[in-house]
């Protein structure tokens, strides 16, 4: 079975950075550089909302309007690691942050990681 782990999150000022970490297991032997990677984040009464994405080649990423040109998401390294670097953070950036992985010829993320508190100090 597929399992997310997220780490990295934290307390930081505003305007400082913060880099999250997802590490991706369980993948099967065939069609695992075919999944997208991705990043939710969620604060208490607000749905979740879509941060950033990256393919398994690292060749196409999206990024939500609220992190663009702050945000950075590397595609998967040899551990199967993926890095979301976050800079002039606001407190607007405080949330639970989620990994997301979507399989192959699929429209939803299927599997996702448990959370990481990113809190951004004013």
């Known amino acids: 079975q597929v399992e997310l782990v997220e780490s990295g999150g934290g307390l930081v000022q505003a305007g400082g950075s913060l880099t999250l970490a997802c590490t991706i297991s369980?993948?099967?032997?065939?069609?695992?550089?075919?999944?997208?990677m991705a990043w939710f984040r969620q604060t208490p009464g607000k749905e979740r909302k879509f941060v950033a994405s990256?393919?398994?080649?690292?060749?196409?990423?999206q990024y939500a309007d609220s992190v663009q040109g702050r945000a950075r998401l590397s595609k998967p390294d040899a551990t199967n690691t993926i890095h979301l670097q976050m800079n002039n953070l606001t407190p607007d950036d405080t949330g639970v942050y989620y990994c997301?992985?979507?399989?192959?010829?699929?429209?939803?993320?299927?599997?996702w990681g448990q959370g990481t508190q990113v809190t951004v100090s004013s």
């Open positions: 369980g993948l099967s032997v065939s069609g695992f550089n075919m999944n997208t």
């Open positions: 997301a992985l979507r399989p192959p010829m699929k429209t939803t993320y299927d599997y």
């Open positions: 990256v393919n398994w080649s690292g060749t196409m990423n």
